[in-house]
């Protein structure tokens, strides 16, 4: 199986983030511009705070722009109550320059039309621009606890499941080790989580060799050089082992992943972890790190690993982002 380039890999990114920063900040009246059908779909949106199922990143990535404080469809319904069959919260934890929009417009609504209480927060945010994940991790960590105390209080349930996104599933693992979690996580499945961080391409490195080059990459934007492959706050999460007792482990990643580099960084090590490789379930899946929370593939890995007993395979062709 040929990898990608890292040139494309770049290439993508950079093209996404430069498609959001360039619409960071327009007043939501531009959704106007975007065509009869988009502009009634943002419109509608706006008035409820709620954004329409979309099954693209890029997609939901110009939604969330143009409306940063959206709730992803069928989340954040604070009446709802689990049930028996599925008596657990599942709690949606975005990535890096995220927001629980873009990360979860598709996953979030399927999740609930399953049967799950969804919920979805935003953390580490200095803005209202739609990208999020930037602070502190620690202090992310902080803002997960409280969430997840909230929808245990609002739910009844004794404990919830974790399913997040590149730092949002290594994130919660401070939460789990640091901040008393364990005792209210049941799993955590994490899609090309950032459990022992990136080089990517080696560019973070070279920012680490720069004098000053974390720190001023740092005052903008700390989760940055904390996701840097050796970093302190990553040695830190891992010594001495990378789970806590009581709380069930997946890691699904995808050979195509061109944020978190190399691949493998994204699995834990601990006995008992479950890791998947998604192209050795589906090898018709391209997802690359931006992609994968979209690929319907990924959504039936994570109902089949949050409840077993309705398990399927599923295997058809996924795109990555370019």
């Not at 930037?134 to 919830?160: F, K, M, N, P």
């Not at 799993?187 to 720190?215: K, R």
Request: proline residues 9%.
């Amino acid at each position: 199986m040929t990898r990608r380039s890292p040139l494309r890999a770049l290439a993508a990114l950079l093209a996404t983030t430069a498609l959001g920063a360039a619409l960071a900040g327009g007043p939501p009246a531009a959704a106007a511009d975007l065509g009869p059908v988009a502009s009634a779909a943002a419109s509608a949106a706006q008035e409820s705070g709620v954004g329409p199922r979309l099954t693209s990143f890029p997609a939901a990535l110009l939604l969330s722009n143009l409306l940063p404080d959206l709730d992803p469809p069928g989340a954040n319904d604070w009446a709802c109550r689990p049930s028996a069959a599925h008596p657990r919260p599942v709690v949606l934890v975005h990535g890096t320059v995220e927001n629980r929009y873009d990360n979860w417009a598709q996953m979030a609504p399927d999740l609930a039309a399953a049967g799950y209480c969804v919920f979805a927060l935003d953390y580490g945010s200095y803005t209202r621009t739609p990208y999020r994940g930037l602070s502190d991790i620690a202090a992310s960590a902080q803002e997960l606890s409280a969430y997840v105390d909230r929808v245990l209080a609002a739910t009844g349930a004794a404990e919830v499941d974790l399913v997040g996104h590149s730092q949002g599933g290594m994130m919660p693992r401070y939460y789990l080790r640091f901040l008393g979690g364990a005792d209210k996580v049941d799993q955590l499945i994490g899609l090309s989580s950032s459990n022992y961080g990136t080089t990517f391409f080696g560019v973070l490195p070279l920012v680490a060799a720069l004098p000053g080059g974390e720190g001023l990459v740092g005052l903008a934007a700390p989760a940055i050089p904390q996701q840097r492959q050796g970093s302190d706050f990553l040695a830190r999460l891992n010594q001495g082992g990378d789970t806590v007792p009581g709380v069930r482990y997946t890691v699904i990643q995808t050979l195509f992943d061109n944020v978190v580099t190399p691949y493998r960084n994204a699995f834990l090590k601990d006995p008992g972890v479950t890791n998947i490789l998604l192209q050795s379930r589906c090898p018709l899946d391209q997802s690359d790190h931006l992609s994968i929370s979209y690929s319907p593939n990924v959504v039936r890995l994570v109902k089949n690993r949050l409840d077993p007993s309705t398990a399927r395979p599923l295997c058809v062709y996924s795109p990555p982002l370019l």
